[in-house]
């Protein structure tokens, strides 16, 4: 787990934090940032947590099931709400419902908020991806998604914003986040580079609007408990700040893992590679070590502008540094390095 680098406790710190999908990446973070302050938390997901310890906080639930989700955010009654329960993967490429959980899933817990009694906020987690890479949207509901898992995220926010919520709200964009409890594809990222078969795409070295988890965390706490007027019915970007450059956050996991030195390969040389992943994506293999998009997003320069969510959140509690650190011994306790 992440060892806290701020007070655990601050006096706008709510006392009851309801959390869908408790158990995912995210969700894990979240379940421990709120129990290190002494909230009661409750988790609701489909799956059992990771994390043993958090068991006593777990209530299996199923959010596409209305009846299900009414009953247990009724029982709870929370007093601020982290909608974090999702399909995240983008390996749907036929039918938007493979989805559901996204779209029907977010509106079934908006109408079971609607029977709280003392909710006072509730953040929507959706996704960077509501717009491909390199797009820069003009305003909060100009999309340009890359994939089934993006336009999903799309009618996600659309169904928060037409809800008619009458408590406060909001919508937050993680970008691209990583840290303890992670997966794809940023796991591979860290475990390539432990075991030296990382190779750095020629010359380039884009910047990346990246989020290590633990400051993640404590952008959701700020954004939860920041003045109305300036966070809700708004959507905003979560990212770390500054945005960090691709071969110097290489370098700091290299030596993090004390592996040995990055090397580099001509980019026609990643697109053979990566255009070989295409296929064997398109013959089923799931997780190929690289495929033309992550490629392309690998290489594109990804920089959100933070100015608003650094007067928000205020100084991080970790640095790139400290991130990597505690991301890689938790790696080294699961045995991934």
């Known amino acids: 787990m992440i060892t806290p680098v701020e007070p655990i406790r601050n006096a706008e710190d709510p006392s009851r934090v309801l959390i869908t999908g408790g158990s995912g990446f995210l969700g894990t973070n979240a379940v421990a940032w709120y129990l290190r302050r002494g909230c009661e938390v409750l988790n609701l997901d489909i799956k059992a947590p990771e994390e043993p310890s958090h068991v006593a906080q777990w209530l299996a639930c199923d959010i596409l099931d209305r009846r299900s989700i009414r009953a247990a955010v009724r029982g709870f009654d929370p007093e601020v709400v982290l909608h974090l329960a999702a399909r995240t993967d983008l390996r749907e490429k036929r039918k938007l419902e493979g989805y559901a959980v996204n779209m029907e899933g977010t509106a079934n817990t908006i109408e079971a908020l609607l029977s709280c009694k003392n909710l006072r906020r509730s953040l929507f987690a959706s996704s960077r991806m509501v717009c491909r890479i390199g797009y820069t949207p003009q305003n909060e ?38 840290g303890p409890w992670f997966g794809v594809p940023y796991r591979g990222f860290f475990g390539a580079i432990a075991r030296g078969i990382y190779y750095h795409p020629g010359t380039r070295n884009p910047e990346k609007s990246f989020g290590f988890v633990g400051n993640t965390m404590h952008q959701f706490g700020r954004l939860l408990s920041a003045p109305a007027k300036a966070v809700c019915g708004k959507t905003i970007y979560v990212c770390d700040y ?14 993090a893992v004390d592996a040995r030195p990055i090397r580099s390969m001509p980019l026609w040389a990643l697109r053979v590679v990566a255009y070989a992943g295409d296929i064997l994506e398109g013959c089923g293999w799931t997780r190929p070590p ?48």
């Open 242 to 255: 500054p945005p960090l450059r691709l071969r110097e956050w290489a370098e700091t996991i290299r030596r």
């Open 141 to 178: 509901e100009d999309y340009c998604p890359p994939n089934l898992y993006g336009e999903s995220k799309v009618r996600m926010e659309q169904v928060v914003r037409s809800a008619g919520l009458d408590t406060e709200w909001l919508i937050a964009r993680p970008t691209s986040i990583w």
């Open 290 to 337: 690289l495929t033309s998009f992550r490629l392309n997003n690998l290489m594109t320069e990804m920089v959100f502008d933070t100015r608003s969510l650094k007067d928000l959140c205020g100084a991080l509690p970790y640095s790139l540094e400290e991130g990597v650190k505690a991301t890689v011994a938790w790696m080294t306790a699961v045995g991934d390095v």
